[in-house]
């Protein structure tokens, strides 16, 4: 798959997932800022929309790039520029927490897209994880989920997942 195929996808099934996943007329959704560096999400920015108290969706866009000059050693004259684009729905359960009114537990799936700057590289896969949230305050806090990458791609291998971010609603908490 090319990267301009996958960027096709990757819209269509974003504007497919905020479709489906409206909001109940008895709810008002809320925003969120998130930030923070994954595996395979890199050091990212997005959005995050509060559907209805147990659920959200979001997108974030992601960047990693290094390079070395040295001359031994493993990481010896090499450069990496990769980018990544990531759609997901989050299920948050257990108990609520006094702090934030969000539930403390969230299970995680999602599509990404990581493409290399310098190479034809890119990989599309499906994430699944499951993580916790601890809020600072009512506005915000840290989520850090574990879990798995599966590429679609062909000749790619699962990869773990992990991300740890940083969250700042714009509004109270839906209950």
């Given at each position: 798959?090319?990267?301009?195929?996958?960027?096709?996808?990757?819209?269509?099934?974003?504007?497919?997932?905020?479709?489906?996943?409206?909001?109940?007329?008895?709810?008002?959704?809320?925003?969120?800022?998130?930030?923070?560096?994954?595996?395979?999400?890199?050091?990212?920015?997005?959005?995050?929309?509060?559907?209805?108290?147990?659920?959200?969706?979001?997108?974030?866009?992601?960047?990693?790039?290094?390079?070395?000059?040295?001359?031994?050693?493993?990481?010896?004259?090499?450069?990496?520029?990769?980018?990544?684009?990531?759609?997901?729905?989050?299920?948050?359960?257990?108990?609520?927490?006094?702090?934030?009114?969000?539930?403390?537990?969230?299970?995680?799936?999602?599509?990404?897209?990581?493409?290399?700057?310098?190479?034809?590289?890119?990989?599309?896969?499906?994430?699944?994880?499951?993580?916790?949230?601890?809020?600072?305050?009512?506005?915000?806090?840290?989520?850090?989920?574990?879990?798995?990458?599966?590429?679609?791609?062909?000749?790619?291998?699962?990869?773990?997942?992990?991300?740890?971010?940083?969250?700042?609603?714009?509004?109270k908490p839906l209950r």
């Open positions: 798959m090319n990267r301009t195929t996958g960027f096709k996808w990757v819209i269509l099934l974003t504007i497919m997932f905020l479709t489906f996943t409206s909001t109940n007329a008895q709810f008002a959704p809320k925003i969120s800022l998130v930030g923070g560096f994954g595996v395979p999400e890199l050091f990212h920015a997005g959005l995050k929309l509060q559907t209805s108290p147990r659920s959200d969706v979001g997108i974030s866009y992601g960047f990693f790039k290094s390079t070395s000059h040295q001359s031994v050693g493993w990481f010896r004259n090499f450069s990496i520029n990769v980018r990544s684009l990531t759609l997901e729905h989050s299920y948050h359960f257990g108990n609520v927490s006094p702090t934030n009114n969000r539930r403390f537990w969230l299970f995680r799936q999602g599509l990404n897209y990581y493409w290399e700057l310098d190479d034809s590289e890119n990989t599309f896969s499906g994430l699944l994880s499951i993580g916790r949230e601890f809020p600072f305050s009512s506005s915000a806090g840290l989520t850090l989920d574990v879990g798995t990458a599966i590429p679609f791609s062909e000749g790619k291998n699962i990869i773990p997942a992990a991300r740890l971010q940083l969250y700042i609603l714009l509004g």
